[in-house]
Structure formats: C-alpha cells, structure tokens
C-alpha cells in the first residue's frame, strides 16, 4: 500500500517559515518524482513546486519562487518543503505527491500528471 504522509504544517505569523514533510511508503521513492501542492479555501488547488527523480532538478510556481524550496533525501525516503517569508496568501491545505518518472523533469506537474496523493497538512499565516 503506498502512502505519502504530509507533517509539518501550522500557525505563524507574515514574515515565519515553516518546514513541511512528507513519508512515503510502498514505493520505490528513488523512481519517483515528487509534488506539492495547496488549496486554500475556495479556490482551485495550485501546483507549487516539484522535483525530478534524478539529477534533482526543480520547478516552482511563480507564487512561491524565491521563498520555497523542494528537496528530497532518498534515504529516508522523503520530500520536503522548506517555505521562507510565509504570507496570509500561503494559507492553505498542502499536499505532497508522487509520480513513477525515474529521470528528469521538465516542467511543473499538474495534479492530474501524478500516481499518489497525500493527505494535507494545514498551514495558516497571519498578519
């Protein structure tokens, strides 16, 4: 049974950072590469970052460039999400993802694009 198990989310305050996690299991994690995404309450999910299963290649949405940062450590098999100067607009669920593409990656995923999905984690910014 494969599971991506997001952690990590929470409450700050505009101008804090928060580190997100996510676990997997049941996969081959090295072959994999991986997503996250968020959607804040009424609005459409948004693809923010994703990175290759090899050669650690990265992709961001414009929202987030600069102030997130995706990376993986094969070992432990798990993704990370490190977010830097978090604002009231970054309020949403955040959910990681994985897709069977054992090479590089070429663009931002979309959530249609990947195999797995995590439960989210809530992070909440204030002002």
């Known amino acids: 049974e494969v599971q991506l198990q997001a952690s990590g989310g929470g409450s700050v305050l505009a101008g804090g950072s928060l580190r997100l996690s996510c676990a997997a299991s049941?996969?081959?994690?090295?072959?994999?590469?991986l997503g996250w995404f968020r959607q804040a309450p009424g609005k459409e999910r948004e693809a923010i970052s994703a990175?290759?299963?090899?050669?650690?290649?990265?992709h961001y949405a414009d929202s987030v460039k600069g102030r997130f940062t995706i990376s993986r450590d094969n070992v432990n098999n798990r993704v990370y999400l490190q977010m830097n100067n978090l604002q009231p607009a970054d309020t949403a669920v955040y959910y990681c993802t994985a897709v069977w593409i054992p090479g590089g990656l070429r663009r931002l995923l979309q959530w249609r694009d990947y195999d797995f999905y995590g439960r989210g984690t809530q992070v909440t910014v204030s002002s």
């Open positions: 049941g996969i081959t994690f090295e072959d994999y590469a």
């Open positions: 990175i290759s299963a090899v050669g650690g290649i990265t």
